[in-house]
Each structure stands twice: as structure tokens, then as C-alpha cells.
């Protein structure tokens, strides 16, 4: 399966061994264009032998290797993705998060406006360590 050796080789330059979880929650965050939940995760994988703490240990060994990263839902549950790829098939961690006001479905997507981020406008002590673009409107699915 031409996909599944695609895989293979994606975990292996992040610096991963290849397991049959990790290709298993890969091809899951790759199927989607949304983020996920634990839950959603662990109910598009039934059927499989994957438990919740295989799950989690497998998210943060992909957060820690800089494959997927976490997410804030509007109603305060963590939720994951893959970092999305844009255009020019360059993996963009500065993208934005696009929250659809109807689904509540978080997608992950490539900005065009580059190093126009809002700054403090006084220096007092505030040290910026990441920051986040949140867009709200409509998504494709509920037009
Ligand atoms: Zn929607
Ligand atoms: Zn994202």
C-alpha cells in the first residue's frame, strides 16, 4: 500500500520507529482535515486494540517530534492535528486554527499573511513564547 510505505518513511524522518499505533493514529490524523479529539481518535480507530493511554502516549510522543499539535475547542477540550501543508508542500506550524461557528469542527490552515502578528503595544514584561490565530466564520461543509 503505497500510502501505508509513505507513512513509514515520514515516521522514520521525524525520528520515530515505525509501530502498527503510530501508522494506525497517523493515518487517522491524516484522514481528516479537522482536529480531533482523544475520543474521536479512539472511535475512528474500533476495532482495533488501541486503549486510551496507548493513545495518549502515542499524541504527545507525536507532539514531542514535532508531528502533530495540540488544540483548544471552544469548549475547553484538547484537540489534535497534524501540522497542515500548504501549497508549496512546506509544513506550516505558524498556520491558523479556523473555528466553524455551526460545526464547531477546528480545522488547521495555512495563512497567507505572514510577520504581521499582533505584538504588545508597551513592553512590560510580557514574553511571547507561541501565539495563536483563531478565525471564526463558516465552514465548507455547512455552507
Ligand atoms: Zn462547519
Ligand atoms: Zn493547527
Known amino acids: 500500500m503505497a500510502r501505508n510505505k509513505q507513512y513509514h518513511q515520514f515516521l522514520r524522518q521525524c525520528g520515530l520507529k515505525v509501530t502498527s499505533t503510530r501508522l494506525l493514529v497517523l493515518d487517522v490524523l491524516m484522514s481528516t482535515r479537522t482536529a480531533l479529539s482523544h475520543s474521536d481518535i479512539l472511535d475512528k480507530t474500533?476495532?482495533?486494540?488501541?486503549?486510551?493511554?496507548t493513545l495518549y502516549r502515542t499524541l504527545n510522543t507525536f507532539i514531542t517530534?514535532?508531528?502533530?499539535?495540540?488544540?483548544?475547542?471552544?469548549?475547553?477540550n484538547w484537540l489534535y492535528a497534524l501540522h497542515p501543508i500548504d501549497r508549496n508542500n512546506t509544513v506550516r506550524d505558524d498556520h491558523a486554527h479556523f473555528i466553524c461557528d455551526q460545526c464547531e469542527r477546528i480545522y488547521c490552515l495555512p495563512v497567507q499573511t505572514r510577520n504581521s502578528m499582533p505584538a504588545p503595544?508597551?513592553?512590560?514584561?510580557?514574553?511571547?513564547r507561541t501565539h495563536e490565530y483563531r478565525l471564526h466564520g463558516i465552514c465548507p461543509q455547512c455552507h
Open 65 to 76: 517530534h514535532g508531528i502533530a499539535h495540540k488544540v483548544a475547542s471552544e469548549d475547553r
Open 46 to 53: 474500533r476495532g482495533s486494540r488501541l486503549d486510551k493511554v
Open 121 to 128: 503595544e508597551s513592553e512590560e514584561g510580557f514574553v511571547i
